[in-house]
């Protein structure tokens, strides 16, 4: 048997998968033949087989770092239930199970052994690598060795002592970051100048992409997840830890599952919520963004922002963890003018360098281009990763393409409101001049002699409050840092004001739900009423057994298998083996009790 035909074999005995996915055959054929390679994918796109095949293939025991422990576990847990002999050394070991696994490293027992990356770069380790017989080595979240990123950990920068200690073990590194700077930083500390590199294609089409207008965000999100994620799992994202707490407390209050993630909580409380969201079925975490990195969870099925996030790479990145199991799956933002004020106030009042503010800023404006478009999220954002696409069909504008209206008069009148009000004033103070409403401070400062004074009477408050968030946004006006909230014109604003130039803005879709993802918990639409029954008797089985193995769920079968399994009710072991996710390990463990619940629900 050919190499290849050993790799395509284990992928279908070992892992039930039925083909490889998109570059994954030529990945591991090369790294099975001892090449190195760098692995650009989305997340979800399937890294993970891009080495644990080749380990499988080839000689020895495959050395896979991981920046974190929960990762570790989960994937060591997924792995032994295939019947791959793997395990992991870091801290949550004691002295004598750590010794256990250094032995059976050293003695050839395992395949695959996951390192945290402090680790492998001590002496002792080196040594037992030096003595062991090494297939390869992985380097997983590589992107965590560029000072630039999101998530540098300086850990990572020892990592290049790998190719000189041990030159002929082949590396694979694989990263889920796209953009060409992280990209030639990973090449360059981690000595991969020789590797191929292997970019896939970044989208993730089963994530539904929507922006919708912020009013009331709480209710909006409330609406959203009774309306489409009723006992799915999720995530919402928020910027500040206070609101974490209070959104999660809200949520609880609504009957949701929420539970709350930030860095300012206790270790115990934070990894029991992260255990449990891991664990339990239908558990939303409403997080800052520390929360995210090494969940590794398929059946995430939406990602929510409650804020908005800092640049286009952490967008797709936090929704990226929608969906990886290739299920339908949402990400739904809800953004306003607020949020655009919020983001620049801290860019500005950052103590970082000019330099670091600019590419900040200019992250943002991205961010801000893609909030606003009228064309399809998806080619946006794609063509941000330098990738050309067509409209999806799946994403907000798509699905409902956003008018337009022209929008010049109105935005000379909300211009000439900053610029004749002294351009001090946030937008609060500014509609109630445009309405001609006269406040307690509208007095005090005279502004009700303005001309200005109630030529915008005609347009409610939450047009108004659009117009400005789109002049921002589009570089007409600009906030004040120094002075809270104030707006001010920029050069942009002069050819406006002058008449020279006519303005298009994208019309308020205001707080309209996103269509239904299909079905109500987004997954592959059940043929009748019998198919759901059966979903419903199998992971009331998962979820047993993985209580008695303590295992998160989806370490026992995926809900995209499960699904299939239900469509199908296979009468037997043969039927059952047709299905992908079955592979041999999980027929034997589990083929009989699957085959009961199936006849069971027949009756
Ligand atoms: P990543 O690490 O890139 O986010 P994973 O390796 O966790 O992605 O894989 C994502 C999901 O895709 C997993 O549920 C995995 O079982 C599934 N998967 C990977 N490769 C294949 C394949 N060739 N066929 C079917 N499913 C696959
Ligand atoms: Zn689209």
């Not at 020892?158 to 990263?175: C, D, G, M, N, Y």
């Not at 255990?275 to 969940?295: K, L, N, P, S, Y």
């Not at 589009?474 to 840092?481: C, I, N, R, S, T």
Request: aromatic share 6%.
């Amino acid at each position: 048997m050919t190499v290849s035909d050993r790799a395509l074999d284990i992928l279908r005995t070992t892992f039930g998968h039925a083909e490889f996915r998109g570059p994954q055959r030529e990945i591991v054929d090369h790294v099975s033949a001892g090449g190195d390679a760098l692995v650009l994918m989305p997340t979800g796109g399937g890294k993970s087989l891009c080495y644990q095949i080749p380990a499988l293939v080839r000689r020895g025991v495959a050395v896979v770092v991981s920046p974190l422990i929960a990762l570790m576990q989960d994937q060591v847990a997924a792995l032994t239930q295939l019947g791959v002999r793997a395990a992991f050394l870091n801290s949550t070991l004691d002295m004598e199970q750590a010794r256990a696994v250094e032995s059976a490293f050293s003695r050839g027992q395992l395949d695959l052994l996951y390192v945290a990356p402090e680790r492998l770069t001590t002496p002792r380790c080196l040594d037992l690598i030096d003595r062991a017989q090494v297939a390869l080595f992985a380097i997983d979240e590589a992107h965590c060795v560029s000072q630039w990123g999101h998530d540098f950990r300086p850990e990572y920068l020892q990592l290049s002592l790998l190719h000189e200690k041990f030159p002929s073990v082949p590396r694979i590194a694989l990263t889920a970051t796209a953009d060409p700077q992280t990209r030639e930083e990973i090449i360059q500390r981690l000595a991969l100048g020789e590797a191929r590199v292997f970019v896939s294609s970044f989208d993730r089409p089963n994530i539904r992409y929507t922006i919708v207008d912020k009013a009331d965000a709480r209710t909006q999100l409330l609406r959203f997840i009774r309306g489409e994620h009723d006992g799915d799992a999720g995530i919402v994202y928020c910027l500040s830890r206070r609101k974490v707490d209070e959104t999660a407390h809200w949520l609880q209050g609504q009957g949701i599952a929420a539970l709350p993630y930030h860095a300012g909580m206790d270790a115990a409380s934070r990894n029991e919520h992260q255990a449990r969201f891991q664990r339990e079925d239908g558990i939303v975490v409403v997080a800052t963004i520390a929360f995210g990195m090494g969940i590794d969870k398929p059946d995430v099925r939406f990602v929510a922002h409650l804020d908005l996030p800092k640049s286009v790479e952490g967008y797709y990145q936090e929704t990226g963890r929608a969906g990886r199991d290739g299920l339908p799956a949402n990400a739904w933002m809800a953004y306003g003018l607020g949020d655009v004020v919020q983001q620049r106030r801290m860019i500005e009042g950052s103590d970082a360098g000019e330099a670091y503010k600019r590419v900040a800023s200019a992250k943002l404006d991205a961010l801000l281009a893609l909030c606003e478009s009228v064309q399809c999220r998806r080619v946006q954002l794609l063509a941000y990763f330098g990738e050309p696409a067509e409209p999806c069909g799946n994403c907000d504008t798509c699905l409902e393409p956003p008018q337009t209206w022209d929008a010049t008069e109105a935005a000379r009148k909300a211009l000439s409101t900053i610029y004749r009000t002294g351009q001090r004033f946030g937008v609060v103070h500014l509609i109630d001049v445009l309405r001609g409403r006269t406040s307690e401070r509208l007095l005090r400062w005279d502004h009700h002699r303005l001309t200005v004074f109630g030529i915008g009477a005609d347009t409610d408050d939450t047009q108004w409050r659009n117009v400005f968030r789109q002049l921002v946004a589009l570089g007409y006006a600009e906030v004040d840092h120094e002075a809270y909230g104030a707006l001010r014109l920029t050069e942009s604003a002069r050819p406006i004001l002058r008449g020279e130039q006519q303005v298009q803005m994208r019309r308020s879709l205001e707080t309209k739900a996103p269509k239904k993802v299909r079905g109500r918990s987004a997954a592959p639409a059940p043929a009748g009423a019998a198919d759901e029954d059966l979903l419903a008797r199998l992971k009331a089985w998962r979820l047993e057994e993985a209580r008695r193995q303590a295992v998160p769920a989806y370490v026992i079968l995926h809900d995209a298998t499960l699904a299939a399994i239900a469509q199908s009710a296979p009468a037997d072991l043969a039927g059952l083996s047709e299905i992908s996710g079955i592979g041999q390990k999980r027929l034997e463990r589990y083929g009989e009790a699957v085959l009961d619940v199936v006849r069971s629900a027949r009756g």
